[in-house]
């Protein structure tokens, strides 16, 4: 069935389909070889809301046009199927994970026309609310934060005294924040699974949560489920685009969101961690 589908959405004759897992949101991922000649790779829902998949599709185009860190191109699309280029795995090197560093300072200084996206968006199998903002402060809070810490709480990964710090937080947002930085354009889930390595040990962006954000959020997503060489990345990416002074201090203010993302799909023990992250500012 995803050969017949994947044919009809490209046009083109499927010769093999390779199962290969499932992936970000629950999709399940293939490796489909085409008649005329190589691979393509395939995304397909399990039953997401369609917007699922075009909500990606939006975002890899989006940060491709950055021409920064490469980006697969996607090749077709319908309600539950995502077709991208093929790129065979391989294995990061030293040196390319510097090249990653610089690279991933250019997708971000690309920018956005404001904070959010004018697409909805998905975090995993989580709406992501992309709703455009002028203020990063106030977008992080009403966007990020605020809209997961209620589900955590609701399915009982945090409790009220937490939840009541995670708040706190929200209120200080102006004073922790730093200076006001423009609008960068950022990967917006970017943990170590979703830098995708090729035969050439080029890294390459997969699964995005794409929107205008503030950069460092893709930094302390990093930091959280660390790719390797991760210092070196930084390095070079602070050659390119140098990071504002006490960018470190802010990297648990940025965590917030994935954990309370992680606390929402996976329960109390990452509400533990995104409320030690929230009593670090109060």
């Not at 995502?82 to 997708?107: D, K, M, N």
């Not at 009982?156 to 009541?164: L, N, V, W």
């Not at 730093?178 to 080029?202: I, K, Q, S």
């Not at 997969?206 to 991760?230: C, K, N, Q, S, V």
Request: hydrophobic fraction near 45%; glycine fraction near 12%; proline fraction near 6%.
């Amino acid at each position: 069935m995803i050969g017949d589908e994947v044919a009809t959405v490209l046009g083109s004759p499927v010769v093999g389909v390779t199962a290969l897992g499932t992936g970000a949101g629950g999709a399940g991922t293939y490796r489909v070889a085409l008649l005329a000649g190589g691979n393509v790779f395939v995304k397909a829902t399990g039953g997401q809301d369609p917007s699922f998949l075009a909500s990606e599709a939006e975002g890899l185009r989006w940060l491709r046009e950055a021409e920064g860190v490469p980006v697969p191109e996607v090749l077709g699309i319908s309600d539950t199927l995502l077709v991208t280029s093929w790129i065979t795995p391989g294995r990061r090197t030293a040196h390319s994970a510097e090249e990653f560093g610089r690279a991933l300072a250019t997708t971000h200084a690309r920018g956005a026309q404001s904070f959010g996206a004018p697409w909805p968006g998905f975090v995993g199998a989580l709406p992501l609310d992309n709703q455009e903002d002028e203020e990063w402060p106030r977008f992080f809070a009403q966007r990020r934060i605020l809209p997961y810490l209620r589900a955590a709480v609701d399915r009982g990964a945090i409790d009220p005294d937490g939840a009541r710090a995670v708040e706190s937080v929200c209120s200080r947002i102006e004073e922790l924040a730093g200076d006001p930085e423009l609008p960068a354009r950022v990967h917006g889930d970017l943990w170590a699974g979703n830098v995708h390595w090729d035969t050439r040990g080029r890294a390459w962006l997969i699964d995005p949560a794409a929107h205008g954000g503030h950069r460092e959020t893709d930094l302390a997503m990093m930091a959280l489920f660390e790719p390797p060489e991760l210092e070196s990345i930084i390095a070079a990416y602070d050659e390119v685009h140098p990071l504002a002074d006490g960018w470190r201090e802010r990297i648990s203010l940025h965590q917030l969101h994935p954990l309370l993302v992680h606390a929402v799909l996976f329960g109390s023990s990452y509400g533990a961690q995104a409320v030690a992250a929230a009593r670090m500012y109060l």
